[in-house]
């Protein structure tokens, strides 16, 4: 691919993660990515062979946002594995929040079972620093760290989904998900240490 083809590619992937953060996942029609990429209706299936190839690349692009993401708030919460683990929790939960579009398209089924750019191995390493900072915390009782972690990780999941349907404020009158997070923590892995 020539830097002309690459810089269209790249143009295409821009106006789809612009549009799903503006209107989220509904939105991204392949008409509509050509359009605000300013090119003609039939030009994405040039550089994206079929729909899922384009919003997987998307989708791509919102693993990235949130691996910048995680890493950065790694990079702040000091060294206790239990603050690394909140913080990295209340990462996942605000990016969920901010970007729900982005966070719908991620986790698509149809696009993680296409295997269209290894999408969901892009995840992997996320889990793997969940999954290093559960090992970490766990007791010695606890499942094996790659369960415990993928049931946190399911539980935190759940929680960004509900509070967003608006069901869990509904159901717990809460104002905001921070009870919710630190439940979900001491549920898994125990009440905090002090």
């Known amino acids: 691919m020539d830097a002309e083809e690459t810089g269209l590619r790249a143009r295409l992937v821009a106006a789809g993660v612009d549009l799903v953060l503006r209107e989220g996942q509904a939105a991204l029609s392949l008409r509509e990515i050509a359009r605000r990429a300013g090119v003609s209706h039939g030009a994405p299936r040039r550089y994206f062979p079929t729909h899922v190839d384009l919003l997987s690349a998307i989708a791509r692009e919102g693993f990235a946002d949130l691996t910048v993401r995680v890493e950065q708030t790694m990079r702040d919460a000091g060294p206790d594995p239990r603050t690394r683990l909140t913080a990295l929790a209340r990462t996942y939960l605000d990016f969920a929040a901010a970007h729900r579009g982005m966070f719908e398209l991620m986790f698509r089924h149809d696009l993680l079972d296409s295997g269209r750019l290894r999408l969901r191995e892009t995840s992997l390493p996320l889990f793997a ?8 915390v766990r007791r010695p009782t606890d499942a094996p760290a790659p369960v415990l972690a993928g049931a946190l990780w399911a539980n935190l999941h759940g929680i960004a989904q509900l509070w967003a349907w608006g069901s869990l404020p509904l159901a717990t009158g809460a104002r905001d998900d921070e009870a919710l997070l630190r439940a979900a923590l001491d549920a898994h892995l125990g009440p905090t240490r002090h």
């Open 129 to 136: 620093v969940l999954a290093d900072l559960v090992d970490q």
